[in-house]
């Protein structure tokens, strides 16, 4: 009884839960954009790590920690191009173009950090993002404890949940997202572009995975590492499934998946396995899929290229 | 010679492509890429012992490559057979450092069908049931699936039952009556080769010449059709999941009983998906897949040398892999290319006619 209360009723597990979660939320609700107009993304992986490089070198570049940010975000933005142009003109397989955006990824982030930064790794001195305090609710005992001090991309990931939602469900670009996810011929004859929505899908997941991916380097994490997303990438993807494709399932399953994450890292130095209770997200994924507890549906069109002339 | 071509030329343009824009990337980098691919090759072939290693890393890859190739044949992508290799390495393992009395006629055997039935199972059972019951998409299930077996590799050597007596993390080293003999003095190839070979053998008569193979290949290239004709669509879906298990297993199993004999805490082999770009440039045949896995070994054992000697990261190797898979997906690339170099040819010409 003891050792539960020491673990659950500690708030850093909830406070690191929402730090965790972070990564995860973001990704997954960029590859919910990306797979609500149809395309396949399985290359969060890929354009994490990018984001991460870039984001610190840019941060390092220019003594700013937001230019990190913004550069993260459009070197994802460019990564994501490299999906979304093969799989909307080439017809191409997005799930092999996504696998080798991971490995190619993995590689140059890799050879660009020993290229440029040698053996040591990044510098030490690199800008980091700000932690925010926010006064009052941080004062509150416990709740203020996990959500009055975090990380500035934790409160801006919340926000752009909300508003990922409200633009998937309530603005006429979000319709035409996911009719063009569902049925691409029937958004055509009512004139919608297939490609342009497509583009505009993918380019935000390439977006939000970059952003993912700085807030591991330069905010939950000192710096970049070789393959330093260490599957994060397909957890969030992992977490869209299992958030049925919408902004605020993914959040809530990044959240579980974030618990599971952060309480795998507080039984350290207990007796119970951090590495079974690790395998949650992917067993509750696979739960999901079957149905057992509410059936999680793709988009009808998610993954088949869109051929104009047909 | 006409169909040697076509089959040969996809795969070719993109290894060719990847080099050269590996090569772009190194020289942009201000490193000399003739020495550094000079050296690269060097490390993979230049002697026996180093040819001898690059074969030995090719045994694991064809295996597992035959495996996501008969997925592939049957429409089915199997991305997660890392996980897969990982379990047919656990229950080979164990296999191998307990049943010490039994004569290696008997133990090599059992701990080698131990792990393609693990792998199997863990690749067949989960993903091809949801796949055939409810139509879970097997790249969700498979990669869930091999994530699962990477964690429950590291349980099993950090707190779990097969952890060796002691504080480091890894399991007990297998018998010697387990162990695949070497097969080149002082190199990493072991006996395993002959495994790798024969199976190489079996998959591509299982494929073409067998009813089973064409009814496996009916449902891949058309599942309506084939539903149509009576084919238990369901019941393939299972079997060829099931198969690609029982290879990436076959694949855990030899390389551990051939050349790491022990668990360590490290489950990162990277097999499993180097393996799918195998598969993918053979173009899914067994015989295709014995020169793409020799490549693909060759980068990845001769990186190291290129990275001691040209001082190019070894990791400038997954550039080119990521570039190889990016450019045999993008097929229609080069028609693509070729048509709009057409266009314009065709437009010169009659601008010029117009003019004239």
Redesign the interface.
């Known amino acids: 009884m003891n050792f539960f209360l020491q673990v659950f009723g500690n708030p850093e597990l909830y406070a690191s839960t929402l730090a965790m979660a972070t990564p995860l939320a973001l990704a997954a609700l960029g590859g919910t954009f990306s797979e609500r107009t149809g395309v396949v993304n399985?290359a969060m992986e890929g354009i994490m790590l990018v984001g991460a490089f870039f984001g610190v070198m840019i941060a390092v570049l220019t003594h700013s920690s937001l230019l990190g940010l913004l550069a993260g975000m459009v070197a994802g933005i460019i990564t994501s191009l490299?999906l979304a142009w093969?799989a909307i003109?080439?017809?191409?397989?997005q799930?092999?173009?996504g696998?080798?955006?991971?490995?190619?990824?993995?590689?140059?982030t890799?050879?660009l950090l020993?290229?440029v930064y040698g053996y040591n790794g990044t510098p030490t001195n690199t800008p980091f993002l700000p932690t925010i305090t926010i006064p009052g609710l941080v004062k509150i005992p416990f709740l203020g404890q996990v959500i009055g001090q975090q990380n500035l991309l934790v409160y801006v990931m919340l926000i752009l949940v909300v508003v990922g939602h409200y633009v998937l469900f309530h603005t006429n670009i979000g319709l035409q997202m996911r009719a063009v996810g569902e049925h691409p011929e029937a958004a055509a004859t009512v004139g919608v572009s297939v490609v342009n929505i497509r583009y505009l899908g993918v380019s935000i997941g390439g977006m939000l995975s970059g952003m993912a991916g700085v807030y591991l380097s330069l905010g939950l994490l000192n710096g970049f590492d070789?393959n330093m997303t260490n599957?994060r990438g397909?957890i969030a993807?992992?977490a869209m499934?299992f958030g049925k494709w919408t902004p605020f399932g993914s959040l809530l399953s990044s959240l579980l998946f974030g618990f599971a994450i952060a309480l795998s890292i507080s039984l350290q130095g207990y007796?119970v396995?951090a590495?079974?209770v690790?395998?949650l997200p992917?067993?509750l994924?696979?739960v999901a899929?079957?149905?057992i507890i509410g059936?999680s549906r793709?988009p009808l069109a998610d993954g088949i290229p869109y051929e104009p002339s047909k | 010679m006409k169909r040697l071509w076509k089959a040969l030329s996809l795969p070719l343009y993109a290894v060719i492509t990847g080099l050269i824009l590996g090569a772009i990337?190194m020289a942009i980098?201000k490193y000399n890429p003739w020495s550094a691919y000079g050296s690269l090759l060097m490390g993979a072939f230049g002697n026996p012992i180093a040819i001898g290693n690059t074969v030995s890393g090719a045994i694991p890859l064809m295996l597992t490559a035959l495996g996501i190739a008969v997925a592939f044949r049957t429409g089915l992508?199997n991305?997660g057979a890392e996980g897969q290799y990982w379990v047919g390495a656990m229950a080979a393992v164990f296999i191998g450092y307990n049943f010490a009395s039994m004569p290696w006629y008997f133990h090599i055997p059992l701990a080698l069908i131990a792990a393609m039935v693990a792998g199997g199972l863990w690749g067949g059972v989960?993903p091809g049931l949801?796949k055939a019951?409810?139509g879970?998409?097997e790249?969700?299930?498979t990669?869930?699936?091999s994530?699962?077996a990477i964690?429950?590799a590291?349980?099993m050597v950090?707190?779990?039952p097969m952890m060796q007596q002691g504080f480091v993390p890894q399991s007990p080293p297998i018998t010697s009556s387990a162990t695949l003999p070497t097969i080149l003095t002082n190199s990493n190839l072991s006996a395993g080769l002959y495994i790798a070979l024969a199976a190489v053998v079996v998959v591509h008569i299982l494929l073409f010449y067998t009813s089973f193979g064409y009814k496996l290949r009916a449902v891949g290239y058309n599942a309506f059709a084939a539903r149509y004709s009576g084919l238990p669509v369901a019941l393939y879906t299972v079997l060829s999941l099931g198969i690609s298990g029982v290879l990436a297993g076959l694949a855990g199993g030899v390389q551990f009983l051939g050349v790491d004999y022990q668990l360590t805490d490290t489950f990162q082999s990277g097999y499993g998906?180097t393996a799918?770009?195998v598969a993918?440039l053979a173009r899914n045949n067994p015989l295709g897949i014995v020169l793409a896995s020799i490549f693909f070994s060759a980068l990845s054992s001769g990186s190291q040398m290129m990275q001691i000697t040209s001082g190019?990261?070894a990791?400038?190797?997954?550039?080119?892999?990521?570039?190889i898979?990016?450019f045999?997906?993008?097929?229609?690339?080069y028609a693509?290319i070729l048509r709009t170099f057409r266009k314009k040819q065709v437009i010169a010409v009659a601008r010029k006619e117009v003019q004239g």
């Open positions: 399985i490299a093969p003109r080439l017809q191409s397989d799930v092999i173009i696998m080798a955006i991971n490995v190619f990824a993995g590689g140059l890799a050879f020993n290229t070789v599957g397909y993807l992992a499934i007796q396995s590495n079974l690790g395998m992917y067993v994924t696979i899929l079957t149905g059936r793709a | 990337i980098a992508f991305i989960i949801a019951w409810v879970a998409h790249v969700i299930t990669m869930m699936m994530y699962i964690l429950l590291h349980y950090e707190k779990g998906y799918i770009v993918l190019v990261s990791n400038m190797t997954d550039v080119i892999t990521g570039i898979i990016f045999v997906a993008a097929d229609r690339l693509y």
